[in-house]
């Protein structure tokens, strides 16, 4: 389909090409964006580069970013863009390109225009010389073509970027689902705070009555107080709240690894997990597509990435039934990133997995829960790290990943733990297929609007689109 367009530099009042100098890190002050923080279309500022005050004045000089400027990496990655959200100060750093929308240019929907298949073909490919690229040049970059669309362009800019909002709330969500889990686990199972802090009732010449609403202050957060105004009103809840603090003891024993509360065993990950290698798949089985394959790289913290893996046949993966994965299963890493760990999503086609990442399963089903918080904590990636053997790559073996020493608690606390964090897991990975959902949409919906195949109705300008 035919449609206007006009070149880049038409479109924004500013195209600033960043200093070219390196700048003076430091380990806080103005915040300096890397290409290393631009990841489809997104600004990931949770490990950020910073300069002192001198070194942000200079980079500023020719301009200071401000909300809703588009950030356009040059290269390494290039073709990458973000959007400068509000508030944040901050300069840019090398290979980079400030863009600003001329005020009559929606800045959204310029910075999805920018993320188009049109676009990034014209990015990547060097019509001169008929080869790709590994760099944009200003003048090249000034001389994009971006489709017009006259007066839909801020409904398109509103639709897209209403879907990455629910996209990042998604994630956000996620994030603080394992960030819940393990503060949980670290409580009970690390720190063992209702173990201590029933002890240190006892110490003192309390009574076990005592020492039991000390368990529950511990568990609940909320102090004597508080904990009897909420019996009151919440009974039902406070008898829960009791009947786990029970589960607790009240005192610690000796062990190999140490005083560990009364009644706990002391052992290593093998007593709660079963460990399973991939399948070596040869070069003759991969095809274009087909079934899903988990190779390291897939595995990400959290959740493993389906979208980069590679595929086989229907043929290659019949008689592989034992290395079919399902949604839930617990991946680990054994090269590269040794000891990265994250689930398998739901999926229309099962996955499959390969030779060096490892599947761990419990013993027991009612261990899952706990089996998954505990090597998502940093200590278990740590551990593996430090049982990593190569010099030009990190490799670690099975027999190492479940060496990792475990306190296993009693089997009422781990189910009851279990309860807890089930339907933080499930939710999770609802979300993850909500998003799987969500981004195909925002996939196939770009280039159909960008191209015009696509045309909006219009509407009232206060309206956006619900998710």
Known sequence: MSFEEQRL????????DCPHSTPKWTDDGFIVLRNQNIRNGKLDLSTPSFTDEAGYNSRIKRAKPQKNDIVFTREAP?????LIPEGLECCLGQRQVLLRAKPDVDPHYLFWALQSPYVQHQISWNEGTGTTVSNVRIPVLKDLKIPRLGITEKRVGSIMTSLASKLRVNESIN??????????FKSWFVDVEPVT????????????????LAAMAAISGKNEDTLAIFKHEHPAQYSELKMTAELFPSAMADSESGNIPQGWKAGTLND????QNGYAFK????ADHGFPVVKIGSVKPGLVDLTSCSYVGENTVEPLERFRLNPGDILVGMTGYVGETGLVPYSSVAPYLNQRVGRLMPVDKEQYELLYVMVRNSDYKQFVES???????????????????????????IRKFSTLISPMLKQKLELSAQSESLTAVRDTLLPKLISGEIILPEVPTHETLNV
């Open 78 to 82: 290039m073709g990458e863009v973000c």
């Open 272 to 275: 709660i997990a079963i460990f």
């Open 9 to 16: 530099e038409e479109l924004c009042e500013l195209v600033v």
């Open 387 to 413: 049982q990593a053997q190569g010099s030009a790559q990190a490799n670690v073996s099975g027999k190492a990943l479940m060496s990792y020493p475990i306190v296993v608690p009693s089997g009422a606390l």
């Open 197 to 212: 802090a029933k002890m240190a009732v006892l110490d003192n010449g309390g009574s076990q009555e005592q020492a039991l």
């Open 175 to 184: 994030q603080t689902i394992e960030q819940m889990a393990q503060v949980l």
């Open 283 to 286: 070069g003759k089985d991969w």
